[in-house]
């Protein structure tokens, strides 16, 4: 091997899945087979025996105190978020549809909170209706709040979502820190929690989210022990026991070459100092973290199936029936930067004697429809399985399904 070809970022291996004769084994089922079962490609299926382990892995690593919440944005196929519910102590929402579907999935209400900025009053008053936590996010919608109490008499439980005055370091997406539209700022939160007094609403806590994506764990650990003392300052003003600081989340999953597995060790040993800290300094109240993507993530799959093969110039393009119209982010036109491909493989394929450097494209008109770029994969053919791993989170609703007028794309969990 030469020095330059050492140099040369790899992806972390997708290990999670297993093999067999050949192909890749998704909830026990061989790929070919699911794909026969559910009638069509694309699809996106999703495993549930790995977000059951996912959870259990974060149980293990993290404190018993600490509650583990879903932010269902990150996925919210109704069966799946029923699964969930099953696993995890809380769901988080961001809007009034995904209120339907954490109520739907049986969740206990009291566990369910509601954050997002531009909350309508439609929404505000089926939260209140429901008994959820909703996680304030301005002056208007404390005085809506108010308002609706008024007229229904039903409790508003409600929690301050706060701008921190810190930033999540080395995250994918921040959404906290100087000026943002999300959560109200860490300076304002005095003012506003009198005014919260004053209205009589009934006060729980705050809700600290810097930002998502973050596979530092240094960094992760600096933001939740930031927001627990920014949490413990503001509390002075509170004018009620905090009984729920949720410290937010952004665990990230390795989707580019050279990333890596998040190490849950250090955070884990945080939140237990915090947790300790908290039995004394907040004494009322419950530790929860907010996860979308590092649940959900790695236990799906978004698989396409081969339509043409073509040479262009030299190099080989594999064009699927798949793309961006269902999963935006492989495409990296949700977020990036700089596009980088995911891992993909060939999956029914996976020991091959023969690879290739291959793009596979989408079958939209625009070039922008691109799911590898020059990546070494299992020499292939029309009929062929491409497999998109890292597609759990942020793929099937996070995409543009009607651009172009293609099929629809189907999701399953097996
Ligand atoms: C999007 C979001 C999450 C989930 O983020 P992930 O990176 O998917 O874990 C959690 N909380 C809030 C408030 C969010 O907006």
């Known amino acids: 091997m030469q020095a330059s070809e050492r140099q040369v970022p790899t992806h972390a291996p997708m290990t999670q899945f297993s093999v067999n004769n050949g192909e890749l084994v998704i909830g026990g089922i061989p790929l070919s087979r699911l794909a026969a079962r559910v009638g069509q490609t694309p699809f996106y299926a999703y495993d549930r025996q790995l977000l059951a382990q996912r959870v259990a892995q974060l149980r293990t ?8 919440h879903y932010a269902m944005k990150a996925n919210p196929m109704p069966a799946l978020v029923c ?15 995904e209120l339907k579907i954490a109520l739907d999935s049986g969740g206990d209400p009291h566990e369910i909170s509601f954050a997002g900025p531009g909350k309508s009053r439609d929404e505000l008053v089926r939260a209140v209706a429901a008994d959820i936590l909703i996680n304030i996010e301005s002056f208007r919608e404390v ?48 003012e506003l929690l009198a005014e919260i007094g004053r209205a009589g609403l009934a006060f729980e806590g705050f809700h600290l989210f810097a930002g998502s994506q973050n596979l530092k764990p240094e960094a992760i650990v600096e933001a939740q022990y930031k927001s627990f003392d920014l949490a413990l300052r503001l509390s002075q003003s509170a004018p009620s026991p905090v009984r729920f600081l949720n410290l937010g989340g952004g665990f990230g999953i390795p989707y580019f070459p050279g990333e890596q597995h998040l190490d849950l060790a250090p955070i884990g040993a945080n939140l237990a100092s915090l947790a300790e800290r908290a039995s004394s300094e907040m004494p009322n109240a419950e530790l929860v973290i907010e996860l979308g993507r590092y649940l959900v993530g790695e236990a799906g799959i978004y698989v396409s199936s081969i339509v043409d093969r073509k040479e262009s110039r030299g190099q080989i393009f594999l064009v699927t029936d798949g793309g961006l119209h269902h999963h935006l982010a492989a495409s990296g036109n949700f977020g990036q930067v700089i596009r980088k491909n995911y891992p993909v493989a ?50 099937f609703t996070a995409s543009p399904q009607a651009f172009l007028g293609h099929p629809a794309c189907i999701e399953v969990l097996v």
């Open 143 to 190: 005085a809506e709040l108010a308002r609706i109490r008024n007229e229904t008499g039903c409790k508003a439980r409600i929690a301050v979502r706060v701008n921190p005055d810190f930033e999540l370091k080395s995250s994918g997406m921040k959404m906290g820190g100087g000026p943002k539209q999300f959560g109200v700022d860490a300076e304002q939160v005095p």
């Open 83 to 97: 699964h969930m519910a099953g696993l995890v102590d809380g769901i988080d929402v961001a809007s009034g549809g």
């Open 61 to 68: 690593a993290l404190p018993a105190s600490i509650k583990l």
């Open 346 to 395: 060939i999956g029914n394929k996976m020991t091959p004697d023969k690879c290739e450097n291959v793009s596979v494209v989408g079958p939209l008109c625009t070039p922008l429809d691109l799911l590898a770029d020059r990546m070494e994969l299992a020499e292939a053919h029309p009929g062929d399985l491409v497999v998109i791993y890292q597609s759990g989170a942020y793929g």
